[in-house]
């Protein structure tokens, strides 16, 4: 006996997750460059998308990828930074090349001048946890970590030694008087996959071709 799915069943929409923030520019320009229109309201988070059988919504590039590794997501575009922060099992398909920035410590000018890092105690502001943790064994500097949220240059010298914080010129961290020190990694806006989206062949092959075009 053979058994038939509802056509919604069948074949599932393709859920897409696409960046909030200052990603979002550059994506949606990405986009349209292939041919794919997306049409936003500034308070709506579900735009429609020219994609047949897609189904989209706007998140914060952190929790994104959070949302593909349970799951719920088939695709989102997102930083390579937050995927190494969460250290999650994602399939990277596309490096769009777009915001690149790199993840840096920087500390007052002062603090460096007087060699301020050799002395224990120290505390570092940060959005990325577990990367930091991992730097500073690896560099030896004795920290303890203060998770920001968001703003992180502001921490010094009241609040923290030092940051670990994305940038991509620079500008910001020299704007409040901290000095680059030491890069952590670089990062850029990545198409990334749920492995578990690629299971599926009908899905797969929907993924492949919109990698495809945006290629």
Same mark, same amino acid.
């Given at each position: 006996?053979?058994? #038939? $799915?509802?056509?919604?069943?069948? @074949?599932?929409?393709?859920? %897409?997750?696409?960046?909030?923030?200052?990603?979002?520019?550059?994506?949606?320009?990405?986009?349209?460059?292939?041919?794919?229109?997306?049409?936003?309201?500034?308070?709506?988070?579900?735009?429609?998308?020219?994609?047949? @059988?897609?189904?989209?919504?706007?998140?914060?590039?952190? @929790?994104?990828?959070?949302?593909? *590794?349970?799951?719920?997501?088939?695709? *989102?575009? *997102?930083?390579?930074?937050?995927?190494?922060?969460?250290?999650?099992?994602?399939?990277? $398909?596309?490096?769009?090349?777009?915001?690149?920035?790199? %993840?840096?410590?920087?500390?007052?000018?002062?603090?460096?001048?007087?060699?301020?890092?050799?002395?224990?105690? %120290? +505390?570092?502001? +940060?959005?990325?946890?577990?990367? +930091?943790?991992?730097?500073?064994?690896?560099?030896?500097?004795?920290?303890?970590?203060?998770?920001?949220?968001?703003?992180?240059?502001?921490?010094?010298?009241?609040?923290?030694?030092?940051?670990?914080?994305?940038?991509?010129?620079?500008? #910001?961290?020299?704007? @409040?008087?901290?000095?680059?020190?030491?890069?952590?990694? #670089?990062?850029?806006?990545?198409?990334?996959?749920?492995?578990?989206?690629?299971?599926?062949?009908? #899905?797969?092959?929907?993924?492949?071709?919109?990698?495809?075009?945006?290629?």
């Amino acid at each position: 006996m053979t058994t #038939t $799915l509802p056509a919604d069943l069948a @074949n599932p929409p393709l859920r %897409l997750a696409l960046p909030k923030g200052r990603m979002q520019e550059g994506v949606f320009k990405l986009l349209a460059d292939a041919g794919i229109s997306v049409r936003a309201s500034d308070r709506g988070y579900r735009p429609s998308i020219s994609l047949a @059988n897609t189904e989209t919504k706007i998140l914060k590039p952190h @929790n994104a990828v959070e949302m593909l *590794a349970a799951g719920s997501r088939d695709l *989102a575009f *997102a930083g390579a930074d937050w995927v190494a922060e969460f250290d999650l099992d994602l399939v990277e $398909l596309l490096d769009t090349g777009l915001d690149p920035v790199r %993840l840096v410590a920087a500390a007052p000018t002062r603090l460096l001048a007087e060699d301020g890092l050799k002395r224990p105690g %120290l +505390t570092v502001a +940060t959005e990325y946890v577990r990367l +930091t943790e991992a730097w500073l064994k690896k560099s030896g500097i004795d920290a303890q970590v203060v998770r920001s949220f968001g703003a992180t240059e502001v921490f010094p010298p009241e609040d923290a030694d030092f940051i670990v914080d994305n940038t991509a010129t620079g500008a #910001t961290l020299a704007a @409040n008087g901290l000095d680059i020190f030491d890069d952590l990694m #670089t990062s850029s806006t990545r198409l990334y996959a749920s492995p578990k989206s690629l299971e599926s062949p009908a #899905t797969r092959e929907r993924i492949e071709e919109l990698v495809m075009l945006l290629s």
